[in-house]
């Protein structure tokens, strides 16, 4: 089967937008939760295929054990439904762009605003369980230590940077996804766009933000400054690399597509 014309998949987009948009506060508040508690699996899974594996076949063994680990948190948010903060970029803008209305942005800015908050808050509670002694494999803790740390480490430019490949590799995911028609390649799909970003490393909000907070309840150096900094950089980045790189231009391309009929 040849994939969906771009008109095609922007109309699908609108309509998952829609329903994005139009869900009731209670749905999208807990939709938000779960989706901070489930990539903390990804996380945790990284930090896990890196301990198992970096210590006998090397650093940059363990990196790439890690980053194909982390995929799986990826495929649990695809599958599950629910929606990291930058997953509502693509299609709810695309409805707000195609009806005009101002209460539409409103509701955008709900959205977005919600979602972010409890993707945070639910991984903030996943991360408390891990964070206990003796939850994790010996050694782990150190990998999720060690990753914070390497975090806070970069440069504002380059947080920025990295936050600018996350957005639009997630928004990319986004539409991805609408050409997809079958739960084999939309697994496919979230799991390699999961791996691109932990061997990135690219700096998701959530996850840097959720990375940050397990080094700090860890004992690491990272501290709630560095927490901040990296949380207002990257949701910069996030939305320059997700607006700007891959909705407007995927916008301009259907609706361009679609006159051309």
């Given at each position: 089967m040849s994939p969906p014309d771009p008109d095609q998949i922007y109309d699908r987009a609108k309509d998952e937008g829609t329903r994005r948009l139009f869900m009731p506060p209670l749905e999208q508040v807990t939709t938000g939760f779960i989706a901070g508690v489930t990539i903390v699996f990804g996380i945790v899974a990284l930090a896990m295929a890196e301990e198992l594996v970096g210590p006998s076949l090397g650093h940059g063994a363990g990196k790439l054990a890690g980053a194909l680990a982390f995929g799986i948190g990826v495929i649990f948010l695809v599958i599950g439904r629910s929606e990291l903060f930058t997953e509502n970029f693509f299609d709810p803008v695309a409805t707000a762009i195609d009806r005009k209305e101002g209460s539409v942005w409103l509701r955008l800015g709900r959205l977005w605003a919600l979602v972010l908050v409890l993707n945070l808050v639910g991984g903030a509670v996943m991360a408390v369980v891990f964070t206990v002694e003796g939850a994790l494999p010996t050694g782990a803790h150190q990998v999720l230590v060690t990753v914070a740390e390497e975090i806070a480490s970069k440069s504002g430019w380059a947080t920025f940077?990295?936050?600018?490949?996350?957005?639009?590799?997630?928004?990319?995911?986004?539409?991805?996804?609408?050409?997809?028609?079958?739960?084999?390649?939309?697994?496919?799909?979230?799991?390699?766009?999961?791996?691109?970003?932990?061997?990135?490393?690219?700096?998701?909000?959530?996850?840097?933000?959720?990375?940050?907070?397990?080094?700090?309840?860890?004992?690491?150096?990272?501290?709630?400054?560095?927490?901040?900094?990296?949380?207002?950089?990257?949701?910069?980045?996030?939305?320059?690399g997700g607006l700007l790189l891959m909705t407007l231009t995927h916008t301009v391309q259907a609706k361009s597509s679609h006159g051309s009929d």
């Open positions: 940077a990295r936050a600018i490949a996350a957005g639009t590799l997630l928004t990319l995911l986004s539409y991805l996804l609408h050409a997809a028609d079958s739960a084999t390649s939309r697994i496919i799909l979230a799991y390699l766009v999961g791996f691109f970003l932990a061997l990135g490393p690219f700096d998701h909000v959530i996850v840097s933000a959720l990375h940050l907070l397990f080094g700090i309840w860890l004992g690491s150096t990272v501290t709630y400054g560095d927490l901040g900094q990296n949380f207002v950089l990257a949701v910069a980045g996030n939305l320059v």
